[in-house]
């Protein structure tokens, strides 16, 4: 009926109602559900991205501390250079009162100590038939180090005058007399000049190596960037790394410029970089064999090379065979090391501080507009630290650095071989250890005072022949003169250089305590003249390649791996201790994974495949499938990085030097 009343009771569409009530909510959730999803992707997105860039700076820093390595090895390899100088090719012909074990020696012998003073003072003589170019047959100076003959009579009491053959005799008899006399009194030149030489070389080359890591550090010092070794910016290479990671959302307006990121370079903290490395200071001390002629006896004196000789015809032999400039450098040596802060005051390189830890902190900040966010969008923060490891720069002096000190103290010597650190610079002459000798592995009591070590270099008596000249560029001015290497040279490849290169090749102590890339020449060493051609590094660093690589006008290069198979040419084999396969040189490691840094035995001091012509891969170690050499990096946490760490060895905890500052 029109206009009868509806009925109330009707509950038809109530169910509409509701659901359109409470779509309002099961949006704004469903919104929010999404709006979550988005941030939590964000989030996770700019942390991995985060890591990834800070892996990437602390894998820059890494390739640093390779080189620093790197060239604190040849540190090492010039002093083995200059201990196999003087206890082999200096002390040659020595046969009386004990015999060199490989002056004609047909077994290996033992692996004991030399006798005498051929264990302890070895003394540099230079006048042997077999070794020395131009010396007499049968010549006993360099036979023994405690040497004392007669002069033959100048002349004598002629009985019968009118005998011709009589008359001649007297003739021969003063010449010879007159000539032993000269030749005694000259000897003493020849000594001290080779003995000079071969110790101002090592002083040189330590020198040269010294200059490029002071210069590495300083690169290292800033703490908001550094340059690679390609001269490029790192923290510019770590904001690239974040921004190409992150999603559209977390890019914002889509400039790079605009990120909000910081970098944090640890080495650069509060001067980190300047106690990154303790240098290890010297005094070692060079013995020659001056002959002095007293009342008709030509007689050995043994004198340290800081004491010119005696005679004026051995000083007349030194001035005659060296250039004016050399000699000046020589001379300047001889007469004693300079302060402990100068640069060419001796040294066995550096060793690394455990408290100053290298790593490299990376933050960033986002504020992704996300699909629905009704209070405005959310900002995301993450930051991430990464460091190198597993590389070894060097060893240190003794085996616990305590917290807080300069230098290793305390514990056991790693080297009891090397001399003694000189901290106020004061001698050592009196001390064995002084004299230049070195581990073959570690634990190693003999080095080269060892039967069997030097009974292995009987080829060397044979097939190598040493000239006074073929040292004529040890002591030229090293600066102007070409990026020469001290190894004997005459003009050609000396019999003796081989022997040289041998001998300086790595061993079991090297590759436990060093970071050694084979092929640092070929791979590194040109990136280093680039930044020096840049502006990047010193324009007079004196850059040098490994031993046996020469500059100028006679263009060689020469790297460690090379070095290693000269070694199994020309010394008898398991003898050195010697590296026998290249491939040992790959003693460390990256993790298999980013959760696993298990030890990896299928690459460990292994490669399947080397690129030897450095076509198909420029890789520092030349192997393109297996292990490799050097620091890895890996990721660590803040709380890591504060904490106390045993980092000094047995019982030596405390924190790092260098935590990361409150803004990190």
Known sequence: MIGAPTNLKNQKGQVAIFVALIFQVLFVLFAMVINVGLIVHDKINLQNSVDLAAYYAAQKQAQWLNVIAHENYQIRQAWKLLAFRIRVIGAAGLSQPYKHPAYGSTTLGHDIALPGSLGNNP?????????????????????????????PPKSFKIIAPWSPGIAGSKSVTEKFSEAFKAHCSNLGGRNWLFAAKIAYGFRIDQHNRVLTINAI?????????FIDLNGDSVKLGARKTLFKNLTASNRGSGSMDELNFEMYNSLGHTGAAGKLLAAYKITPSVLYSDLLLINDVCQTVIRYIATLPSKPDAIKFINDNTTPLALANLKAYAAGEPSIDNDLHNSLGFEKNPWVMAYVGVKAQTTP??????FGAVTLKARAFAKPFGGRIGPWVNSQWPSGSERSQ??????????????SHVEFSEKPNSRPNYSRFPGDTLGLRSQLALSALKG??????VHIKDYSEVGDDFFTGGPNDVLAYNGVETSVRPFEIAALAPDLFDISYYSIMPHFSTTTLPKLNVLQQNGQLPGDLPLRGDLGSRGGNKDTVYNVDQQVRFALGKIMDGVYYYVKDEAHLLTSWAPNNFN????????????????HDYKEHNTPNGCIKGGRTGYSVKFVSRDYLLRELMLGGPGQSGGILNPPPDGF
């Open 369 to 374: 507009r996300q699909v629905f966010a009704p």
């Open 460 to 465: 060397f008596y044979t097939d190598a022949s």
């Open 410 to 423: 305390g514990g056991t010597l790693l080297d009891p071989l090397l001399p003694d650190r000189d901290l």
């Open 123 to 151: 003394t540099v003589c230079t006048w042997y038939e077999f070794t020395w170019t131009g010396a007499p047959n049968d010549d006993a100076f360099c036979k023994n180090r405690v040497f004392s003959i007669q002069a």
């Open 596 to 611: 696993d840094y298990s030890f990896p035995d299928q690459y460990f001091g292994k490669c399947s495949k080397y690129d």
């Open 217 to 225: 550090k300083g690169l290292l010092a800033n703490s908001t960037d």
